[in-house]
Every structure is written in C-alpha cells, then in structure tokens.
C-alpha cells in the first residue's frame, strides 16, 4: 500500500489567550488528495485551528506544517498554496460574479489573458455564467457560496481550507456544494474541512477528527469513529416462530419478539462479529428472512464524546 506525503501536519499545536487555553497541543495528519474534516462544538477550537494552519493567526506553542513549510517561519510559501474560505461568503458585494473573479485574478497576479481564462473556466465549472453579470444582491445564498469557492480556486491552490463552508444553505444547495468538493478532491486538492453538520462529514471526509475543549478526543475514520460507541446491534427477522426463543439463546440476544419473529443481537459490525453471528445461525440451523445491520451514526459520536461547548 503506497503512503501519500502529508499535505498537512499539526504537532502539538497550542493557543492560548492570557491564562485561556483555546488549543491544548493538538497532533494532526493529513495526507495529500484527500478530505479531512474536524469536528467539534462552538468553541471548540475548529476556526482557531484553521486560522494558525492557514498563517491568519500565530500559535502558542507547537508546529504547523502546510505543504512543506512551516507556517510560521515560511508563511509567505504557505500562502502560495493555499486557498481559505470563511463561514461567511468573503465577495464583493459591489462587483458582480464575473468582476468578483477578475479581482481575484489581478491579486493573484495572473495576468489579463490568464485571468479572463481563468474566469471563464470557473463561472463554467460552478454553473455562474447565466448570473456572472447580475449584482450579487440577485445571488442565493448558495450562489454565493460558488462564487466564494470558484474565487478561492483563482490562484489554483494545492490546499483549500474550508471553514463551515455550508452554513446556512438548504439541503439542495449543501449537495450540490458537496459534489464540487468531491470533485476538487478527485483533481488531486486536499481539502481540509469544518463542520458541525455530522452527515456532511460522514459524506465527505476520509477521516474525521473530533475537536472538544481545545484537545482532539477522537479521530479515525467515519466508520471507526461509529464502532466507538455502544448500541449497535444486529435485527433479525426469522422464518419460523417456533426459532425465535432458539435463536435469541443461541446468540445471546439483547431482545426477541415471538410476535413478530425478531431477535436483536448485540454487535459491533465488525466483521468477526457479522461473522460469529452468520456461522451461529448454519450450526444452529436457524432461518433468516431478515437480516440487519444497525450502527451508531456520527450524531451519537458526537454527542457522547463531546461536552457543552461556548461560543467561540
């Protein structure tokens, strides 16, 4: 299995405000061409550590790394191959989609020919070009969120930092943002994400970590974060009545119900679990109409491994 260099590394990263600990040495790895999300309540430490990954803020304590260069000794490196795109759209209201670009285009320092090819290209890839001369008071909440990202994607970043890039949009608008970051991700960009909407990073995210009270108390991927928390079982709906108090002792069920033919069984879905299960019911000879598989979802990750947290 070939390991991918990291685009992006945390080594005990701190941040403090006079005797207010925000960060307390966090440790975080990201490999390049991939989505890892952080998730945590207000408060937490999410934006803090976006705004020292990204140069926007100085660290305590501790080593980011960001393409190579440290971000505090080389944050001028960093930003050359960076984008950042806050909770809130960052446009120029005064300009329109096609003028907010070209902005961009001349801050980057592109070049007019580049620029007007760049433009082009982006109002094409995020669907703009109808609304590219209209005043962004006309702009959705979620057209705006295009924009913002199609801006950020002017100087080509290798590493895109998105902070909450979903908030506040409708369900329709928070897909069609997800397709655009699975796309950027499939062109090889690292993508690293905040969120507080837990199927959001179950849909995107390679690995997730989870950020409470300025420390990472869980992190792995979307599935080995579910295995963490107890509840999951296995729903059986038998064949026979006459098997369901067999097979509920035969499998040390948490639950049966002769009525209705089912059996509940403790289990983490691991495979040796699914396995011990399915090998029980041939010895035993147990037949299944039925058969289910149920896991904790990220929402009760999070609530069980998070506290109350303040506004940031």
Known sequence: MTVKPLAIEARNLTKSYGKTEVL?????????????SLLGPNGAGKTTTVNILSTLLPASGGQGIVGGHDVARDADAVRGIIGVTGQFAAVDGLLNGRENLQLMGRLNHLGKQETKRRTEDLLERFDLVEASKRPLSTYSGGMKRRLDIAMCLMGDPQIIFLDEPTTGLDPRSRRTMWAIIRDLVKAGTTIFLTTQY??????LADRIAVLDGGKIVAEGTPEQLKRLIPGGHVSLRLHRADQVEHAARALAAGSFDADQLTVQVPSDASVDSLRKILDTLDRERIEVDEFTVHTPDLDDVFLSLTGQGKNE
């Open 198 to 203: 837990l199927e959001e990073a179950d849909e």
């Open 24 to 36: 307390k040495g966090i440790d975080i790895e990201v490999p390049e061409g991939t989505i890892f």
